[in-house]
């Protein structure tokens, strides 16, 4: 909406030939046009796409008011293309390449400068922009690469049967450009900041975790403790299986697998005999509460039932508000 909408006034004002004549401008052709529901994704971005519209009205108001249609082609001048990513105006990335991860969700990679890095912080989302039948619709995704990762990022996505974004990603090829702006949220993590952190997580809601988790490996003088609980349907649906396999062989990780669809462990791996089938329960959770090594620091991401399911038995397990961070 935000860049779009500045490309606009700049079309318009060059149609008109208006270069600073109120007379012959056509102001309500160049208002911002407010943002439908479809175009907020929802996560608590800043600025969200409500606050853009809002500054551009307010600059819109303001050429108006001193009918002065250049005010608006200054504000457009002002962006700098060459910075990698905006919280406020979109940018392009080509797409490298498309792994699938299981029947229904995706790695995506997505091109940088040689040697250029997103500059993220661990555990930040962009916004995705997409245009499904002429609705423009915008939906959070965090970047699952080294936040260090050099030339590159990769998103793991989800495509849901009857989702209007899906509907976009599904039309994806390699060489395809796709609009992102951000970075937004985070977690401040620093190494040894905590004893051990305690990873709770549904589905693609591992995303946020998988930089936090490879920032603490990765680090030899870090020696937090890391317990990582995710829970897919079934085996099959497990996403970066050798990822999380190999994360587990180090020293400071555990690993648990809970399966919500899964009828037997038996016929499973045997690295992945210590799993759950069902939900994570009080029981369940107590267990894992139990057997951590240091006080946890509880971090959790999954749907919105999720992760209230998560906090309300963590704070009833004892553990405060204080010592939990949801995505």
Same mark, same amino acid.
């Given at each position: 909406m935000d860049c779009h909408w500045r490309e606009r006034v700049r079309e318009c004002m060059e149609e008109r030939g208006v270069m600073g004549d109120p007379d012959g401008t056509?102001?309500?052709?160049?208002?911002?046009?407010?943002?439908?529901?479809?175009?907020?994704?929802?996560?608590?971005?800043?600025?969200?796409?409500?606050?853009?519209?809002?500054?551009?009205?307010?600059?819109?108001?303001?050429?108006?008011?001193?009918?002065?249609?250049?005010?608006?082609?200054?504000?457009?001048?002002? %962006?700098?293309?060459?910075?990698?990513?905006?919280?406020?105006?979109?940018?392009?990335?080509?797409?490298?390449?498309? %792994?699938?991860?299981? %029947?229904?969700?995706?790695?995506?990679?997505f091109q940088l400068p040689p040697g250029a890095s997103l500059?993220?912080?661990?555990?930040?989302?962009?916004?995705?922009?997409?245009?499904?039948?002429?609705?423009?619709?915008?939906?959070?995704?965090t970047p699952i690469s080294s936040i260090d990762a050099k030339g590159y990022f990769d998103v793991l996505i989800k495509i849901y049967e009857h989702g209007l974004m899906s509907q976009y990603i599904t039309c994806w090829r390699e060489g395809d450009f796709v609009s992102w702006r951000g970075p937004f949220g985070g977690f401040p993590y620093k190494p040894k900041k905590f004893g051990e952190l305690l990873?709770?997580?549904?589905?693609?809601?591992?995303?946020?975790?998988i930089p936090i988790l490879t920032s603490v490996t990765d680090n030899e003088d870090d020696e937090t403790f890391v317990t990582l609980v995710v829970c897919f349907r079934t085996f099959k649906h497990i996403y970066m299986k050798n990822f999380l396999q190999e994360q587990a062989r180090f020293w400071n990780v555990r690993l648990f697998y809970v399966f919500s669809q899964e009828q037997s462990l038996e016929n499973l791996p045997m690295s992945y005999k210590n799993s759950k089938i069902g939900r994570i329960n009080s029981t369940f959770l107590e267990m894992v509460l139990g057997t951590c090594r240091r006080k946890p620091y509880t971090l959790i991401c999954g749907s919105v039932s999720f992760t209230d399911d998560m906090i309300h038995m963590v704070n009833e397990l004892g553990y405060n508000k204080d010592s939990i961070f949801s995505f």
């Open positions: 056509d102001w309500q052709a160049l208002r911002p046009v407010e943002p439908t529901p479809a175009q907020c994704c929802g996560s608590g971005c800043s600025p969200c796409v409500y606050d853009i519209y809002q500054a551009d009205l307010e600059l819109w108001e303001k050429a108006k008011d001193r009918g002065d249609p250049q005010i608006l082609r200054r504000a457009k001048d002002k %962006e700098n293309p060459s910075v990698l990513l905006s919280s406020e105006a979109f940018r392009d990335f080509k797409i490298l390449s498309v %792994e699938q991860e299981t %029947e229904d969700t995706n790695r995506y990679r500059g993220l912080n661990l555990g930040q989302h962009l916004v995705l922009r997409g245009r499904v039948n002429g609705l423009d619709i915008q939906r959070a995704y990873m709770l997580c549904s589905g693609t809601g591992l995303a946020p975790m």
